[in-house]
């Protein structure tokens, strides 16, 4: 693959703009091709298989306690292009950009990514929660994450369900997944009625689905016998002090495995 960034392919008409700022999220087609999801899915399961990024704590199980030994049940890697820096010059990436674009009007501060592992026949879902939740809670957003799958999806291989609208409240209370301190995932401490509004995107591979980083979302188990890959890209407009503080209590309920591992490799670096 060159180290040239590929031209832009993706343009979103005016209808799908306003889409996204009432409803919070939109389904984008072809945000890259059937070769290069070819090629990405080559990268994707190297970067798993080896475990990469497990020491600095940027590889771990999102859904489960992730201690040695034990098999992960929701495997995520953190910043998988800070250690394969090609995939900055995908068609994907180009077109995210070119998506954040139109639906601020301007080019993204940052542009980050990170990737999901949903493995065949596995049984539990990504529960409901709002990305922001994850975030420094004294600082103001406009983010946004663009989820792309390696292969199709659908509601029984786990593809994102939204609620239209839920990016227009705040953030609502958190905890870890099942209450365990153990974990790093987050899942919503209440359950809003507007949840029965949800509606669910099945994707085929190399589609998107983009959501603001309030945006009510869940993916149900995969239940299909094929992993559940998907490349996850975000971008953001830089952050401002937000003027009035807020608390996100459940951040200091987590004491995770990876937290200790990003903390080690930190002050052995
Ligand atoms: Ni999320």
């Given at each position: 693959?060159?180290?040239l960034?590929?031209a832009p392919t ?11 700022h009432d409803?919070?999220y939109?389904?984008?087609?072809g945000?890259?091709?059937v070769?290069e999801?070819e090629?990405l899915?080559?990268?994707?399961d190297?970067l798993?298989?080896s ?6 704590g ?20 953190l ?16 077109n995210?950009?070119?998506v ?6 301007q080019e993204?501060?940052?542009q980050g990514d ?14 409901w929660?709002?990305d922001e939740?994850?975030w ?6 406009c983010?946004l ?8 999806v659908?509601?029984r291989?786990?593809?994102l ?6 990016h227009l409240?705040e ?11 153990r ?8 359950s809003?009625?507007e ?7 099945p ?6 689905t983009?959501?603001h980083q309030?945006?009510l979302?869940y ?5 299909s016998?094929?992993?559940?890959r ?14 009035e503080?807020r ?5 200091a309920?987590?004491?995770t495995?990876?937290s200790e591992?990003?903390?080690a490799?930190e002050a052995?670096?």
């Amino acid at each position: 693959m060159s180290l040239l960034s590929p031209a832009p392919t993706v343009q979103l008409t005016e209808a799908q703009v306003r889409f996204y700022h009432d409803n919070g999220y939109l389904v984008v087609r072809g945000l890259t091709t059937v070769e290069e999801v070819e090629w990405l899915r080559e990268v994707y399961d190297e970067l798993f298989d080896s475990r990469t990024g497990r020491e600095r704590g940027d590889q771990f199980d999102l859904a489960g306690a992730d201690e040695e030994g034990e098999t992960a049940k929701l495997p995520q890697i953190l910043n998988p292009s800070g250690y394969r820096p090609e995939l900055k010059h995908t068609l994907a990436w180009a077109n995210a950009r070119q998506v954040m674009t139109a639906l601020w009007g301007q080019e993204p501060a940052s542009q980050g990514d990170h990737a999901i592992l949903k493995p065949a026949g596995y049984g539990a879902p990504t529960p409901w929660h709002q990305d922001e939740a994850y975030w420094d809670p004294t600082l103001d957003y406009c983010s946004l994450s663009i989820w792309m799958p390696l292969q199709d999806v659908d509601e029984r291989s786990g593809c994102l369900h939204f609620v239209p609208g839920s990016h227009l409240q705040e953030v609502l209370p958190h905890r870890p997944i099942g209450g365990d301190s153990r974990v790093h995932g987050l899942e919503l401490d209440c359950s809003p009625p507007e949840l029965a509004r949800a509606v669910s995107c099945p994707l085929a591979a190399g589609d998107c689905t983009v959501h603001h980083q309030r945006t009510l979302h869940y993916a149900p188990p995969n239940e299909s016998d094929v992993p559940r890959r998907a490349w996850i890209l975000m971008g953001g407009l830089e952050a401002k002090p937000l003027a009035e503080s807020r608390d996100f209590p459940w951040q200091a309920q987590r004491h995770t495995a990876r937290s200790e591992r990003a903390r080690a490799a930190e002050a052995g670096a």
